[in-house]
């Protein structure tokens, strides 16, 4: 278990109800929670601005039955293998299969593989989580 500390912050109330807010909507335990949250998000975004190394989910939805688009698909992460972790493709219905690409790697690597795969033609939805990877 990590070792806690406590800290004292001044905050203009209007900032604090604002807060509160989301700790309800969002269903946090305690403001602590949430604030511990922001501050991981803003870690991951520098690790992304400063191109270390990090984790991403790549999502996708598309129609298999584009054979050109499986093909290229296909080949993109072939030609990444070292960042694709791992892929696990979900048959939605007929039409339309959801792949789920775990990636690991420099940002503007990850950046640039997603930016190619989103830009395939047939691609209709595709979604970039941006990671950290867990400090040691
Ligand atoms: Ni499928």
Redesign the pocket.
């Known amino acids: 278990m990590e070792k806690m500390v406590r800290l004292c912050i001044s905050l203009p109330e209007a900032l604090l109800e604002e807060l509160d807010k989301r700790v309800i909507s969002k269903g946090y335990a305690s403001r602590s929670e949430l604030v511990r949250d922001l501050i991981r998000d803003l870690l991951a975004q520098e690790s992304w601005e400063e191109d270390k190394e990090v984790l991403a989910v790549l999502s996708l939805i598309y129609d298999?039955h584009d054979k050109e688009l499986v093909y290229r698909l296909l080949d993109l992460q072939h030609r990444h293998h070292l960042s694709v972790l791992s892929s696990t493709?979900l048959?939605l219905d007929h039409h339309h299969?959801l792949e789920v690409l775990i990636l690991r790697g420099r940002a503007q690597e990850l950046e640039s593989l997603s930016t190619s795969i989103a830009g395939l033609r047939g691609i209709k939805l595709s979604k970039l989580s941006r990671l950290a990877l867990p400090e040691l």
Request: contains cysteine; hydrophobic residues 0%.
């Open positions: 298999h493709h048959h299969c």
